[in-house]
Structures are given as structure tokens and as C-alpha cells.
């Protein structure tokens, strides 16, 4: 409604409304009235998807990683004093540098039983993102 009332200045979320054009020479049977087909614009397409920056290549003093229920992130956990590293997007995972994610491959995540189907959810991107080679810097054309 907000966006409404601001004549939608953001182009990105503008809502497409449909133009109608009459199909020549059709009627309805049942009530002898033209027909008419919905006309819509092509969509827009951004160039480039703009990505979160994150740290890369940290995770060689890791101590473990968990599953926080409360906050629904993946922590990764650093030896000494240095900050945690929380994840809140499993694919985060994917723009890792390839040590890191072996790191995280080679260490199971922790999690409470209630917690295991979302915590299991980050475990797997790290197994396939290792066994498939995926990381920050691979080419997926040159290995499929």
C-alpha cells in the first residue's frame, strides 16, 4: 500500500499490469461479445545478482560449528578471541574458498533434536559443494 501511494519509484518492484487487446474476429458463443487476450511486458532482468561480500579463507582455526535454534543460523566457532561466524543462508556456503568448505566437510555441524532437519540442510551444501568441487573460484563449465 506504501509503495502504492509513492507511485511505485522503485522500477524493480513495480507490479506489471496486463494490457487487454481484442482478438479480431473471435466472439464468445454464450455472449456474443468480443474477446479479449492479456498482453504483458517482458520481464526485467538485473545484469549482475549482487552478492553479500563474506570472509574468505578463515576457517583454518575453527573449533566447531553448530546449529542455533534460537537466532536459525549455522555458527561457526574460532579459537581464541576472534569473532563467530554465523551463517544464516546454507548457500553462503557455496561462496566459500575450498579449504574452507573442506574444513567444514571434515567437521559435523552440532544441533539439538528438535533442530536436526534444518541443521542437516547445512551439512549437505557443504558435503556437495566438497564432492562436486564447488567453491569460490571453480568454473562449473569446466568440470560439467
Same mark, same amino acid.
Given at each position: ?62 573449533k566447531l560449528w553448530c546449529y542455533d535454534s534460537e537466532s536459525h543460523e549455522a555458527v561457526v566457532l574460532l579459537k581464541g578471541d576472534k569473532e563467530n561466524f ?46 562436486? #568441487?564447488?567453491?569460490? #573460484? ?7
Open positions: 500500500m506504501f509503495e502504492r501511494k509513492r507511485e511505485w519509484k522503485d522500477e524493480w518492484y513495480k507490479p506489471q499490469f496486463p494490457a487487454y487487446q481484442q482478438i479480431k474476429y473471435m466472439l464468445d458463443p454464450l455472449t456474443n461479445t468480443a474477446r479479449y487476450k492479456l498482453i504483458y511486458q517482458p520481464e526485467k532482468v538485473m545484469d549482475k545478482i549482487p552478492l553479500i561480500p563474506k570472509k574468505q579463507n578463515f576457517l583454518y582455526d575453527m554465523c551463517m544464516l543462508d546454507p548457500m553462503w556456503i557455496v561462496n566459500m574458498y575450498a579449504a574452507d568448505i573442506n574444513k567444514l566437510f571434515r567437521h559435523d555441524v552440532f544441533y539439538q533434536d528438535k533442530d536436526v532437519h534444518q541443521a542437516l540442510r547445512f551439512q549437505r551444501v557443504a558435503c556437495f559443494c566438497y564432492y562436486c #568441487g564447488i567453491h569460490a #573460484g571453480s568454473s562449473w563449465s569446466e568440470k560439467h
